[in-house]
Each structure stands twice: as C-alpha cells, then as structure tokens.
C-alpha cells in the first residue's frame, strides 16, 4: 500500500497561467475526492469520482476549474485562468466504500501560490 | 445543513498535560465522525474514528467518544507531548451518495516541553 500521492507539491504561478495536479489514488480504491483547504481552514469538498464519473461538483468549483479520471485510476485538476483566490492546498482523498465504515486517505497536497 | 464546530485555538499546554478539543456537530441521520491530524506542510492524516452512537475512537494515547445527546465527538489525551503538536481536524461523513467529508476549521495544538 503505497498511499495517495500528489503532484506537484508545490507550485507557483502567474495569474492568468493555467495549471494542473496530478493525483494518484490507492490502487484498488475506487472512490476518489478533491478538496480544498486555505489558510486556517479546515478543507473544502470541491468534487466527487466514483470509478471515472464524475458524480458530484460543489458550488465552489467555477467554470475555470475541472477535473478529470479517465480511466478511472488517476485523477487531474486543472485550473485555467488563475486568479490570486486560487492559492491554496489541494488535497486529494480516496476510499473504498464499505457504508459506515468507509474512511478517506489523503495525499499530501499540492500548495498553490498565485502571484 | 450538516455542519461541524470546533473550539478555536490555539491551545497550548506543558508536556505531560491533559488535552481536550471540543468538537460539536449538525448533521441529519447517523453520519460517522472523525479526526484527522495535520503536521506541518503535509496532508492530512487519519487518527481516529467513530461510526455510530457511543462508539469511542482510539489512537495514539488519544480518544473520542460518539455523543449523540450531545451531538458531540470531543478529543482527549491523557498526557500530550511535543510530538503532538499540529492541527487536529473533526469531521463528519455526510452519508450520502457522496460520504463527502465536512471539517471543522482545525484546533492548533502546540505542547512545550
């Protein structure tokens, strides 16, 4: 069991540039979640993957924002157009579901800073 | 809609203190609860968990008991140590479709020696 792992860790950009993370699921987890967290904040749902559909969006994710699972295994977000509110850490879980039992594995984030 | 409070911190304490974070929450049906603990610059990990009705959570020398009267989920620590210092989350599963995860806005810990 290898863990959630995310890339890049960090990364910095200008606004207006585009960018995108990468996260790799544990391997027989099917479920995969994206979250958002800023400073002194606890994080924020942002989207939902069963397998490669993409189930659940929230409000938080604009148009500028979206996220794919191709092949239902890794999972990218993509953020064009950044603005300097897009600074954050983007935590990506995954799980397997097991009802009340279930339990989210995080990676260790990407922090984006937008200058 | 389901939401989760926690006491602001931060809290700091000696070594060898009892710890408490209160943790409170909204939320229909029977979510299950969680907190998950954040240390410097990494993601967050899982520390314990409790799915139904006066279920207690253990890990670590640390626990938290399903108070559904209370609708509470608060974390104790019998003796804290300097290795405990980070940020401790509460959450709750919303149960739905989703099981999306509802957090609180953290509690930072910092224990002296």
């Known amino acids: 069991d290898t863990g959630v792992s995310q890339d890049p860790r960090h990364k910095i950009t200008k606004r207006g540039q585009n960018v995108t993370f990468r996260c790799d699921p544990i391997?027989?987890?099917?479920?995969l979640y994206w979250y958002r967290q800023t400073l002194g904040q606890g994080p924020e749902f942002l989207t939902y993957?069963?397998?490669?559909?993409?189930?659940?969006k929230s409000r938080l994710l604009s148009d500028r924002f979206s996220a794919e699972r191709p092949k239902g295994s890794f999972s990218t977000l993509e953020i064009q157009r950044t603005e300097q509110g897009d600074s954050a850490m983007y935590l990506c879980?995954?799980?397997?579901?097991?009802?009340?039992?279930?339990?989210?594995?995080f990676g260790p984030g990407t922090r984006l800073l937008v200058l | 809609g389901n939401s989760v409070t926690q006491m602001e911190g931060p809290v700091t304490l000696s070594e060898e203190a009892f710890l408490t974070i209160n943790c409170t929450y909204t939320?229909?049906?029977?979510?299950?609860l969680f907190w998950y603990v954040q240390y410097p610059g990494e993601g967050l990990q899982l520390l314990l968990k409790?799915?139904?009705?006066?279920d207690k959570g253990s890990n670590k020398g640390f626990e938290a008991t399903y108070r559904k009267e209370t609708t509470s989920f608060h974390l104790e620590k019998g003796s804290v140590q300097v290795s405990d210092s980070a940020v401790y989350f509460c959450?709750?599963?919303?149960?739905?479709?989703?099981?999306?995860?509802?957090f609180g806005t953290g509690t930072l810990l910092a224990v002296q020696p």
């Open positions: 409790a799915t139904k009705a006066d």
């Open positions: 391997s027989e987890h099917n479920r």
């Open positions: 959450a709750l599963s919303d149960g739905g479709a989703t099981n999306k995860l509802i």
């Open positions: 993957f069963q397998n490669e559909a993409q189930l659940e």
């Open positions: 879980a995954s799980s397997f579901p097991r009802g009340a039992q279930e339990t989210q594995y």
């Open positions: 939320a229909t049906g029977y979510p299950s």
